[in-house]
Each structure stands twice: as C-alpha cells, then as structure tokens.
C-alpha cells in the first residue's frame, strides 16, 4: 500500500522555492498559499494536513485546533507567536514551533527607516512634489537624537546598536527584567516607560505584544509625556498604543507624528470606513502593511529555520525551535 503523502500547508510571503524543493524531496507535499486564510479558509484549508507554517496573519484561536486534528507540526514564522496563535491548553499530536529572532536585524532596519522617514519627512516631502508642491523648510535630524527604546529584546538591542553607532543618537530604553548585558554600552535605562518618553525624542517600541496584558500601553499620559516634538515609531502590534489617544495626540499637536508598521484592522479599511480615524491622517500617521521582517534575507533565514523543525518532526526527533510555551507535545 502505497504511503499517504504529507500535505504541508504554507501561508503568507512567498516561502524560497529552493527551500520548498529540499522538503519535497523528503517526500512533503507542499501547499503555497501566499497570502492569508480568512475564517472561513483555516479549517478547510488545513483539514487533511500533517504541517502547517504560519506565515500569514491568520488569528489562530484555541478551538480551531480540535477541527484538524491531523496537523503533526506548526511553525509560526517569527517570533511573536502570541498575537497570531491561541495555543491549546492540552495539545495531543501536535507539535508547536517558531523561528525565534530570525528576522531581529530586519526589523530594527526598517525601525531605523522609519525613524528617518518621520524625521526627515521623506514620504511627506515626496507626496508634496507628486501634488506640485516644493518644500525646502529644515527638518530635526536622527543624528545626536535621544532615542527611546521600550523594549530591549533582540529587535530592541538591534535598533539601540544601529541608532548609536550609525548616527550617534543618544539611547535611553525600558525594559521590564534587568538586562546585564546592556551595561557599558553607553544606554541609560529608564524605570519606567513614562519616564522612558518624558527623555526622549523617539520612541521605538519593540515590546512583545500579549493580549489581555499589555494592550494600550501606550496611553494619553506617555503620548503627552513624549511631546509636541517628539516621535512615535511602533514596529510590534498596533495594539500596544491605544488608537484614541494616539488620534488626540496627533490632533491636537501633542506629538509630532506616528509611524506603524501593521494596524489594528488587517488588512487595512478605505480612510473613510477607518473606525479609528487615524488612516486620514497622513503625514503625521505612516502605516506600513506589517512588512518590517520582510527582507529577503529574513525570509530566507526563516524558512530554513521553519525546514529544519519540520524535518525533524518528520524524523521523529525533537524540533529545535519548539514554542517555549509548549515544548514538544
């Protein structure tokens, strides 16, 4: 009798096809979705399949694992897991993985753009002469700027090395534990992220986004702490920063302006149907599609990360990127 073949499903960027070919030719079949799975689409798409890599942005809720109970493997693409996967509480058959910091220096680059392109007004500055207008009014400078960083893991420490020896800005961070070795870098820690935002001229914010825990932290008070010059760069969840007050603070001049790459409706509503109100807010709101890990290194990087845990699950060895949550299951 001939072997059932193992259906691996793929969603979001494109995967590298010269790493799709090395699972095929361990006998995997693999499904390319490149896009993401509406509600509709997760249990039909994925019924049937032993491997699921998650590089879409399905929110993946706890029921919906008991609706395919055939998937041996899932790997998110990335580290954050938490704001696109609910994980069972009692997972049978099922082996969880991701591929932590693969994408960390992507991130943090873009972070860097970001923060230039506010600063500097590129987009801005780009879209008047499109519309006939020429500007040459001055503009602050990334260079001996007082950088915030709230939230010193990898991304976080990427962005603070990139910000300090490229441009010489002066870094300040937050961070919720004690990070030994950040000492003799030259960053002054903050004690709290209000106190993080009364000292800085950005702020990047690199926290791991847990819903229920942190939604909102950033809030009226830290929006008006940062103030009437200061910058907001978020390059985690758009549910960090609680979009009412981010819409006051931008209507009213409080901050100079917001960058996000991602948004709280995915994807993102016309402006007039934006139940937020911040889409029509441009200049002083810029919204990437949620591309910050998007290079073609990180991809890569990724993928051969998301490879090696399906093999190894296909060999019966333990994966060597499981979720820290769960573990092998």
């Known amino acids: ?75 998110f693409m990335g580290t954050g897991y938490h ?13 969880f993985t991701y591929t932590p910091h693969a994408n960390a220096e992507a991130v943090a680059e873009f972070t860097i753009a970001l923060m230039l392109d506010m600063t500097r007004r590129v987009t801005e500055r780009a879209n008047e002469v499109r519309a006939g207008g020429w500007s040459e009014v001055a503009t602050p400078s990334l260079i001996g700027a007082r950088v915030g960083i709230a939230g010193m893991g990898r991304i976080g420490q990427e962005v603070a090395r990139m910000a300090s020896s490229a441009f010489g800005a002066r870094v300040a961070y937050w961070n919720r534990s004690i990070r030994p070795e950040l000492r003799g870098l030259g ?11 009364a000292q800085v001229d950005l702020l ?42 981010l819409r006051e603070a931008l209507m009213a001049g409080r901050i100079a302006g917001a960058a996000m790459d991602g948004y709280y409706i995915e994807p993102t509503p016309e402006p007039h149907d934006d139940p937020y109100g911040l889409l029509a807010m441009t200049p002083r709101l810029l919204v990437t599609p949620h591309c910050a890990y998007l290079s073609h290194q990180a991809v890569h990087r990724m993928a051969a990360m998301a490879a090696e845990n399906l093999l190894a699950v296909l060999e019966q060895r333990v994966p060597p990127y499981p979720v820290p949550a769960l573990g092998t299951c």
């Not at 969603?11 to 509709?40: K, Q, W």
């Not at 996967?85 to 997972?91: D, I, S, T």
């Open 1 to 75: 009798m001939a072997m059932k073949k193992r259906r691996v499903v793929i969603t979001g960027a494109a995967f590298p096809a010269e790493i799709a070919r090395v699972l095929e030719a361990h006998g995997l079949v693999i499904e390319a979705i490149p896009g993401t799975l509406d509600r509709d689409e997760i249990v039909s798409t994925l019924s049937g399949a032993w491997g699921y890599v998650q590089g879409g942005s399905e929110r993946m809720t706890k029921d919906v694992w008991q609706k395919v109970p055939e998937l041996a493997v899932i790997c």
């Open 83 to 95: 704001s696109f996967m609910q994980l069972p509480e009692n997972p049978v058959g099922m082996q």
């Open 187 to 197: 960053y002054t820690r903050a004690d709290s992220i209000r106190e993080l935002c």
């Open 204 to 245: 990047s914010l690199g926290l791991a986004y847990k819903p229920g825990d942190n939604d909102g932290v950033i809030a009226e008070e830290e929006l008006t702490l940062l103030g009437g010059s200061g910058i907001l760069v978020n390059t985690a969840r758009a549910e960090l920063v609680d979009p009412v007050a």
